[in-house]
Structures are given as structure tokens and as C-alpha cells.
């Protein structure tokens, strides 16, 4: 096997595992209860939080824009996955520390948080896409049907999974 063939399967492999791992805004109704009870939310704040979500999960023209300016060749994935792993921190994170209590926020700020984490998705997707497009021009329409149909699915069985062997209350059997 030559070697650009072994980096572009390679990259393709690690796109699909960021694609897994990319999709939590798919995940809202899994984790949504905990926002609005930890909060105190009722249905209409927590439906301001999912339409935050919503918008900042469907408006990537920021890292389309990142991934046009950024010079080509190996640097422009790595510059719009790092822009993206950056967006995810900054969303999810502190969402994660109001809802746990250590960093209470207002709804406001966390609509923005949401509104941030939501965005790194389509940064994650758009370097993912793109390098996929790139690495294999003979097969453009299947390598993109392999990253938009396995991000849904796939993370939101991951992320069901983390969540519910991390929080949940299992019986103890003595």
C-alpha cells in the first residue's frame, strides 16, 4: 500500500471518529432535562436554549470562511478543527459547570454557550468534509454521504452511551 493511500484512509478513519464525537447538538433531548432542572428553567427558556442551538448548529458560513482563507495543503484542516475544538471548549464547558453548580450563569449566557458549542460542529464537519473531498475527488458524493449520515446516528448512540453509564444511578447488588 503506498503511503498517500494509507494517509488518506487514515484520514478518513479519524474524521469519522471526530464526526462521532462531533454531533452533541444532536443529543439535546438526552441532557436537556438536567439543563432545565439544574437551572430552574421552564419549557419556553429551555426552547430559547434549543433554538440557540439550532442556529449555531446550521449556520456554518464562519468556518467556511476560515476553511477558504486558511492556506491550503495540511495546515487548513488543522486550523478549522483547532477553531473548532476552541468553540466546543468554550460552549460546552461552561454550560457544563452551570449545569453541574459550580459556575451558575443567567440564560443569556447560557444560549450563547449553546449557541458556541453548537457552532464547533460545523467547524468539525466543514474540515472534516473537505479533507475527505480532497483526499478522495473520485468519490466525492460517497465520502460525504459516509460523514453526514454516520454524525447523527453514531454520536448520538456514543453520547447515550457516556451518559448514561457516567449519570445514571445503577442498583448496587450486595
Given at each position: 500500500m503506498a503511503s498517500g493511500a494509507r494517509t488518506r484512509w487514515s484520514a478518513l478513519a479519524a474524521s469519522a471518529l471526530i464526526q462521532c464525537f462531533a454531533g452533541a447538538s444532536y443529543c439535546f433531548g438526552i441532557y436537556s432535562?438536567?439543563?432545565?432542572?439544574?437551572?430552574?428553567?421552564?419549557?419556553?427558556?429551555?426552547?430559547?436554549?434549543?433554538?440557540?442551538?439550532?442556529?449555531?448548529?446550521?449556520?456554518?458560513?464562519?468556518?467556511?470562511?476560515?476553511?477558504?482563507?486558511?492556506?491550503?495543503?495540511?495546515?487548513?484542516?488543522?486550523?478549522?478543527?483547532?477553531?473548532?475544538?476552541?468553540?466546543?471548549?468554550?460552549?460546552?464547558?461552561?454550560?457544563?459547570?452551570?449545569?453541574?453548580?459550580?459556575?451558575p450563569a443567567p440564560l443569556p449566557l447560557v444560549c450563547f454557550y449553546m449557541f458556541l458549542g453548537a457552532q464547533a460542529q460545523t467547524f468539525l464537519n466543514t474540515a472534516n468534509v473537505i479533507t475527505a473531498v480532497e483526499n478522495f475527488p473520485d468519490r466525492r458524493g460517497t465520502v460525504i454521504g459516509i460523514m453526514k449520515v454516520q454524525s447523527p446516528s453514531f454520536s448520538f448512540g456514543i453520547i447515550a452511551l457516556l451518559f448514561v453509564s457516567s449519570w445514571s444511578v445503577a442498583p448496587r447488588i450486595k
Open positions: 432535562p438536567a439543563l432545565k432542572s439544574s437551572q430552574s428553567y421552564d419549557q419556553s427558556a429551555l426552547d430559547a436554549v434549543a433554538s440557540f442551538k439550532d442556529v449555531g448548529a446550521n449556520v456554518g458560513i464562519l468556518s467556511g470562511l476560515l476553511a477558504a482563507w486558511a492556506p491550503g495543503g495540511l495546515r487548513r484542516p488543522w486550523l478549522v478543527l483547532l477553531a473548532g475544538a476552541a468553540l466546543c471548549a468554550a460552549g460546552y464547558l461552561p454550560m457544563w459547570l452551570a449545569v453541574a453548580g459550580v459556575a
